[in-house]
């Protein structure tokens, strides 16, 4: 059987501490950039010649050829290298598939060299092929490093052998000019520069990238000194030369250009086929620490996001959106970031960055974006996202728009505080923000105030909240605001602030405890079937205090209640009335065993909530995970003998009547959590978080049509975890996979609809561990698709998340060290267009035939003299192709259509539709 393969090979400068170490005959070695000391791996001579061309013949020019890594690197002749990628074919009928670039030293300063190796190591080889003849060719010596001295004036080129793959630097000596430097590229059947500035060279399916990073120099202390450079890209006759334009350095000193791959042991993992993952891209520069917490979709399907981004060029390029960006320029050293994705052509409608650059604490400025809520009601006046997020810049933009329902809004600059709350709306049109304030402390900085969650209604009621504390154990001195009659609590470390017709706050309050893990982590504002006025539900956490009054418990008339903490941790569960006359916290109530159960997220559609989490209880009893019985997914024991294991954790909640219907642990043998919750309005639900267990959440593919990738079981990195599950009164999983690569991932937001599922989230993994990623139309422009981000590569540091502090308390981001890149991703879960059988001809007055070109012919008898416009919608809605002609027969083009059933649907003038089913050959 005949395998087909995709390969990449990055090339990636990077910079690295370096030592002036001695070699044979003074030789300059600059280690790797990982520490490896470059004799990990070696490259093999081929002297006496052994290496055959593909005629069969001796290839005389090639001098060493690397052993290991799926790329093979041939050092040739004249300056040059070869990079060959062997597919292997398990039939000795068929010939293996050989896919090769060539990099050439080029400019007018280049010369001529041939390598030469630096060292010999221990083991000889023997070869015996038909090219060697009878006597083969023996005693074939290995070394670690080849050297090209001298390819460019004082410049020499070394290839070496690593742990992580064959590497290669270029080492400019003092008083040298590598600014004059040339690549040039042969062989590439295409190029391109990539939206990022990435220059990609394509062969039959392989892509060879030149990644711009840093070079870097070492003085006599053992200092490294980085480099600005930029590589420019220039195409002249079928060839590709990279020009290396270097800012400031010290001629004095060498400089240095290490490049090699990213670790390798093998084969780079095979992403899983798509499926219904319709579209999946990184999004963000190569800068590192940027991620997606949230997304929503309006009533059309239009697509937003938020989250924050260390990068000061994150695509905010005007160039990109219908709308530009309200703020193109990075604000701080964290910036918010907010936008918006068109529901046909996945093309960016506008994003931004938002925040300030003047910390009030002397600390970095940091703005972050949590939540975002999208208005879904018909009130023109009303047509916006609103974001919250945590902000510590006393310069944070605040603003109320003239002319607009935010004239009179709340507009609280930065009076103050180590860290305050901020909300902002942005219209859903433009992106351009029209509303924006702060909230928190005044006159002094000595405890946090983070917005950690959002929600409006149809009509344009809004609410937002979040946690509150004090590390120098005192008081927040909270304001409180309170409408008579209303309910309130001075002190606590949760807060809800809920804002009137005219978004000034109407009613704001603490909730719950004091603590350091105790805040509101989420909330729905929804109108009960059986009820006079909207409430809001809140969902957070609460440690216990070991008061009894620590949460302010009021039991429901009936149903579910829990009035005291079951352990360390706990949930709870709240529900306001949100309006005059019934401001009142009408009822609350704990939910927790004798572990850490901890909320992450909730859902209200109907008259129920869903509210996920983790819980590290050893046994959940049947009052807090009740089970439904049939084919209920039900699991309340750890069955793990992990040492701090956590479960993802599911509740279902009805609300008319109140109670606690259904309640579960979901995970496999070590730490699993689910961070977001979503449901379609079809029956169904879905989960999303990470997982380190290799085992246990995915196990099986579940669904033929549905996107699936097992776990990659690479503890102790954790993958991104997504489960589909059937509403009351089944309860029964139809799906579960993780999404990722190798090293650690993470699902943080999910939106739904009855089409489509939205996912966003951080990846450490690139596409190179196996991420898959999917264009959503290869075919246009049109649609966003970037295929690298911030991600690490591999780079994981144990408090890259926090698991045991309450997933790093919403604001602690990944250290400097850990770098992780956002992304989004959308699952088809419609049911098609829902065509039934092919109609005969008399009832579609159309007729339909493929021919041997690749087309489907039309006929349309008795309408020669009417112009038609014809069109060819595939099985997720979309329109794929279009054609026009006047008279009774024409054609559509599908060869380039994917297999499958298509509806073709005509129209003329007069609005007269004819609509056929056909099938795709």
């Given at each position: 059987m005949?395998?087909?393969?995709?390969?990449?090979?990055?090339?990636?400068?990077?910079?690295?501490?370096?030592?002036?170490?001695?070699?044979?005959?003074?030789?300059?070695?600059?280690?790797?950039?990982?520490?490896?000391?470059?004799?990990?791996?070696?490259?093999?001579?081929?002297?006496?010649?052994?290496?055959?061309?593909?005629?069969?013949?001796?290839?005389?020019?090639?001098?060493?050829?690397?052993?290991?890594?799926?790329?093979?690197?041939?050092?040739?002749?004249?300056?040059?290298?070869?990079?060959?990628?062997?597919?292997?074919?398990?039939?000795?009928?068929?010939?293996?598939?050989?896919?090769?670039?060539?990099?050439?030293?080029?400019?007018?300063?280049?010369?001529?060299?041939?390598?030469?190796?630096?060292?010999?190591?221990?083991?000889?080889?023997?070869?015996?092929?038909?090219?060697?003849?009878?006597?083969?060719?023996?005693?074939?010596?290995?070394?670690?490093?080849?050297?090209?001295?001298?390819?460019?004036?004082?410049?020499?080129?070394?290839?070496?052998?690593?742990?992580?793959?064959?590497?290669?630097?270029?080492?400019?000596?003092p008083g040298s000019d590598p600014s004059g430097l040339v690549l040039t590229f042969l062989g590439a059947d295409s190029l391109k520069v990539d939206l990022d500035g990435l220059l990609k060279a394509y062969l039959k399916g392989w892509e060879m990238k030149l990644m711009p990073a840093v070079a870097y120099q070492v003085d006599s202390n053992n200092n490294v000194i980085p480099l600005n450079w930029t590589p420019n890209y220039n195409v002249f006759n079928g060839l590709l030369s990279v020009f290396l334009d270097l800012g400031e350095y010290d001629e004095e000193l060498p400089v240095v250009f290490e490049v090699g791959a990213p670790a390798m042991g093998g084969d780079p993992p095979v992403p899983p086929p798509a499926r219904n993952l319709d579209w999946c891209t990184f999004h963000g520069d190569m800068s590192g620490g940027s991620a997606f917490e949230c997304v929503d979709t309006d009533p059309e399907g239009n697509v937003y996001y938020c989250g924050f981004t260390w990068a000061n060029n994150f695509p905010v390029d005007p160039g990109y959106q219908v709308y530009g960006p309200f703020n193109p320029d990075f604000m701080g050293h964290i910036s918010a970031v907010a936008g918006r994705f068109n529901a046909g052509t996945r093309r960016p409608q506008w994003t931004t960055f938002y925040g300030g650059n003047q910390s009030a604490t002397n600390d970095w400025a940091k703005s972050t974006a949590h939540k975002l809520s999208v208005f879904k009601g018909t009130d023109n006046d009303i047509q916006y996202v609103f974001v919250a997020g945590s902000t510590n810049c006393e310069d944070f933009d605040v603003w109320t728009e003239p002319s607009t329902v935010f004239a009179d809004a709340e507009a609280e600059s930065y009076q103050g505080g180590k860290r305050r709350a901020w909300i902002g709306a942005f219209h859903k049109v433009t992106g351009y923000r029209d509303w924006a304030t702060t909230h928190g402390e005044s006159g002094a900085n000595t405890w946090y105030e983070d917005g950690l969650c959002v929600d409006v209604d149809e009509h344009g009621k809004l609410a937002f909240g979040g946690k509150l504390y004090n590390w120098d154990g005192g008081s927040t001195n909270f304001h409180v605001v309170t409408p008579t009659g209303a309910w309130s609590r001075a002190e606590g470390s949760g807060f809800f602030i809920v804002f009137d017709e005219d978004y000034q706050i109407d009613w704001a309050s603490c909730f719950a405890p004091v603590s350091e893990v105790t805040g509101v982590e989420d909330m729905r504002i929804v109108k009960p079937s059986n009820g006079d006025h909207p409430v809001l539900w809140i969902v957070g956490n609460t440690l216990n205090t070991g008061s009894p009054t620590g949460l302010d418990v009021v039991p429901p008339p009936s149903g579910f209640h829990q009035a005291a903490p079951g352990g360390d941790i706990d949930i709870f569960l709240a529900r306001l009335g949100i309006v005059p006359g019934h401001y009142d916290l009408e009822f609350s109530t704990y939910w927790g065993g004798d572990g850490a159960d901890v909320t992450w997220g909730m859902e209200a559609f109907d008259d129920e909530i869903w509210v996920t989490g983790f819980t590290t209880t050893s046994v959940l009893s049947a009052t807090l995970a009740p089970d439904p019985g049939g084919n209920a997914f039900h699991e309340t024991v750890d069955l793990s003998d992990q040492p701090g294991k956590a479960d993802g954790l599911i509740l279902r909640f009805s609300t008319v009547p109140w109670d606690l219907t259904y309640g579960t642990r979901y995970g496999g043998l070590d730490k699993d959590i689910f961070l977001d919750v979503a449901t379609d309005g079809n029956g169904r639900v879905f989960f999303t978080g990470e997982s380190r267990s290799h085992d246990g959440v995915a196990d099986s593919d579940m669904d033929a049509n549905l996107f699936y990738q097992p776990p990659f079981g690479n503890a102790p990195y954790r993958d991104a975890m997504l489960l589909g599950m059937r509403t009351a009164p089944d309860y029964g999983i139809f799906w579960r996979t993780i999404i990722g690569g190798l090293y650690s991932d993470r699902g943080w937001g999910l939106a739904a609809t009855p089409d489509e599922l939205f996912l966003c989230g951080a990846a450490n993994s690139s596409r190179y561990d196996g991420f898959p990623l999917v264009e959503w139309d290869p075919g246009t422009p049109e649609d966003f698709y970037q295929t690298e981000s911030g991600s690490g590569y591999g780079e994981d540091p144990t408090d890259y998340y926090s698991w045991q502090t309450m997933m790093d308390f919403q604001w602690w981001l990944p250290s400097p060290d850990s770098e992780c890149g956002p992304f989004i991703a959308s699952f088809f879960i419609g049911t098609g267009v829902g065509w039934e059988d092919t109609p005969s001809m008399a009832e579609t007055g159309m007729r339909v035939w493929p021919d041997g070109a690749g087309n489907w012919n039309v006929e349309l008898p008795g309408r020669g003299t009417e112009a038609w416009q014809v069109s060819a919608t595939n099985g997720l809605g979309q329109v794929v192709r279009t054609a026009s002609w006047k008279g009774t027969r024409g054609y559509v083009h599908y060869m380039d259509l994917a297999s499958g059933p298509y509806i073709l649907s005509a129209v003329n003038a007069q609005g007269e539709r004819k609509t056929i089913k056909v099938l795709r050959p």
């Open positions: 005949r395998h087909s393969s995709t390969v990449h090979f990055l090339f990636a400068l990077f910079i690295s501490a370096t030592t002036l170490n001695a070699a044979a005959q003074g030789l300059y070695v600059p280690p790797t950039f990982d520490g490896d000391p470059g004799k990990s791996g070696r490259l093999r001579a081929n002297s006496p010649a052994w290496v055959a061309d593909t005629e069969g013949d001796l290839a005389q020019q090639v001098r060493f050829v690397s052993e290991g890594g799926p790329l093979t690197v041939y050092a040739l002749t004249n300056s040059t290298l070869s990079f060959v990628r062997a597919v292997r074919d398990t039939s000795e009928a068929t010939p293996d598939t050989l896919y090769r670039i060539d990099m050439k030293v080029s400019g007018e300063m280049a010369r001529s060299r041939d390598p030469e190796a630096t060292d010999t190591i221990p083991g000889r080889n023997n070869y015996y092929f038909p090219q060697t003849g009878t006597g083969g060719a023996l005693d074939v010596a290995a070394t670690s490093r080849v050297l090209y001295k001298d390819v460019h004036p004082d410049m020499d080129l070394q290839l070496y052998g690593s742990a992580t793959g064959t590497r290669m630097a270029f080492v400019a000596k």
